[in-house]
Antibody, heavy 114, light 108 residues
Framework: EVQLVESGGGLVQPGGSLRLSCSAS????????MHWVRQAPGKGLEYVSA????????YYADSVKGRFTISRDNSKNTLYLQMSSLRAEDTAVYYC???????WGQGTLVTVSS | EIVMTQSPATLSVSPGERATLSCRAS??????LAWYQQKPGQAPRLLIY???TRATGIPARFSGSGSGTEFTLTISSLQSEDFAVYYC??????????FGQGTKVEIK
């Protein structure tokens, strides 16, 4: 089955860190750029980060630059998002997305609160 | 950064009627424009890419048009399952997508 499954979300204190994972199956993961998109409760979609198929190019939204790191392990068909110095405004459902937006995961909720 | 602006914020439509949603880009994105549908508690679903190509499995009542900076999503005859929030998204550069703020289509 073609799918993306995120994990790693949860409750974290302001200033803390968290690593999200996205496990891909049913397609040739190493052939596609991958993206992270987030959605704060009751809000719209916000683009977070992207990585090229071989991991050689990355992009970050200004709101997360210097705090988040995207990476991938093509041997494990897994995408990662390392988040540090977390803030209340990072609270959101985080989705991993296959390039061209055809496939989205179900999302994982990150809550930053004391 | 390319800013995407959707209008209206909310659209009240009766079942069976036509719905027209607009999306404007702050600079040309050529035809690198997608539309998504999102229902509560669900991930977005791709409806249209390339401004006018329906994604796999999307009913023909959904159509997209436009290029450059002005785009439109039309739902020809609203069904009950079409009441949702719709987002446009530009991918003119594969790095740095941007989304519109969304249009909620609600039952009139």
């Amino acid at each position: 089955e073609v799918q993306l499954v995120e994990s790693g979300g949860g409750l974290v204190q302001p200033g803390g860190s968290l690593r999200l994972s996205c496990s891909a199956s049913g397609f040739t993961f190493s052939s596609y750029a991958m993206h992270w998109v987030r959605q704060a409760p009751g809000k719209g979609l916000e683009y977070v980060s992207a990585i090229s198929s071989n991991g050689g190019s990355t992009y970050y939204a200004d709101s997360v630059k210097g705090r988040f790191t995207i990476s991938r392990d093509n041997s494990k068909n897994t995408l990662y998002l390392q988040m540090s110095s977390l803030r209340a405004e990072d609270t959101a459902v985080y989705y991993c997305v296959k390039d061209q937006g055809v496939l989205w995961g179900q999302g994982t909720l990150v809550t930053v609160s004391s | 950064e390319i800013v995407m602006t959707q209008s209206p914020a909310t659209l009240s439509v009766s079942p069976g009627e036509r719905a027209t949603l607009s999306c404007r880009a702050s600079q040309s994105v050529s035809s690198n424009l997608a539309w998504y549908q999102q229902k509560p508690g669900q991930a977005p679903r791709l409806l249209i890419y390339g401004a006018s190509t329906r994604a796999t499995g999307i009913p023909a009542r959904f159509s997209g048009s436009g290029s450059g900076t002005e785009f439109t999503l039309t739902i020809s005859s609203l069904q009950s399952e079409d009441f949702a929030v719709y987002y446009c998204q530009q991918y003119n550069n594969w790095l740095g997508w941007t989304f519109g703020q969304g249009t909620k289509v609600e039952i009139k």
